[in-house]
DNA sequence: AGTGAAATGAACACACC
DNA sequence: GGTGTGTTCATTTCACT
């Protein structure tokens, strides 16, 4: 499935305000409001457009605290094992596994640093978890809505 | 500014459906379509909704490859001159201080091997970085939509 | 703070060019 | 891909509690 200009302006578009009606967004790309319905229609049925959510403030909500979480496992834990003991645990907003020393890195969320204190304790007491290595989040210098891309990939030069 | 019950019930649906009516979010938290839309404007007017966005597959857009990069800077450098030596680089999807050896925590996407490759010779050729890190992530073992925590902070056990 | 009603405008599903 | 139309539904504003 290929993505033309269109596509990729509506994606745009949408990134940008996930409630534009598609009368809006027709003006913007040149387009009828069906005509992006139906493009939209099928974007989300390709699995390119996954749902749409409100960009919202972690700390307006209580959550004002945040780390990055290097998590190492015995020998050969599968990423399944690692996912399931991570992903029980709510604050966890984040998990990838990753080349380097590490088995995975995790982002969390906390309410502050008592409550982080806690996920660590009960990370560090799962069967699979042998230590972790914490850094917390001073300041988020950078971070787009949705930690999304632009819709255009940018061409190496 | 403080958010009830009511709210946060309003946020925790609009980040599943960001394109929910105020009608149908009304009918699940109990209260009338413009009431539902006054709550909203005000969480917006507050700050704890920023916007709306489109939830998209990055790898549908091209963007098969993502890394978490740990940045170190000259002696001290402020957060402000590393974020603009980062954000530049348009691959750059977030940015982080953090506690621990490291200056800060970079996430990029790219299109594939060779392109990240490129973003990290741009950023070593930063007057202010002196060395990277790079963990390129394998798979993603969980993630929420947006990064986003969950609108009811979890009280500690 | 909430509701309810009325007017405007968007969405949707058609058939059609 | 663009129009047209008609129906349904959402948004918005206002009067009122």
């Not at 990838?96 to 309410?111: E, K, W």
Request: net charge negative.
């Amino acid at each position: 499935m290929r993505l033309d200009e269109l596509d990729r302006h509506i994606v745009a578009r949408l990134l940008q305000d996930g409630r534009a009606s598609y009368a809006q967004i027709g003006d913007k790309v040149g387009l009828s409001a069906p005509a992006v319905k139906r493009r939209v229609d099928r974007l989300r049925a390709d699995g390119v457009i996954n749902g749409f959510s409100a960009v919202v403030d972690p700390a307006a909500l209580g959550w004002t605290t945040e780390a990055f979480i290097e998590i190492f496992c015995t020998g050969a834990t599968s990423p399944e094992e690692i996912s399931s003991s991570v992903r029980v645990h709510p604050e966890v907003v984040a998990a990838y596994t990753i080349s380097g020393d590490a088995s995975a890195l995790v982002h969390v969320r906390a309410r502050d640093i008592q409550h982080l204190e806690q996920v660590l304790e009960r990370l560090r007491r799962e069967d699979n978890i042998t230590a972790t290595k914490t850094s917390i989040v001073l300041s988020r210098l950078i971070g787009r809505p949705t930690d999304a891309p632009s819709p255009e990939p940018v061409t190496g030069q």
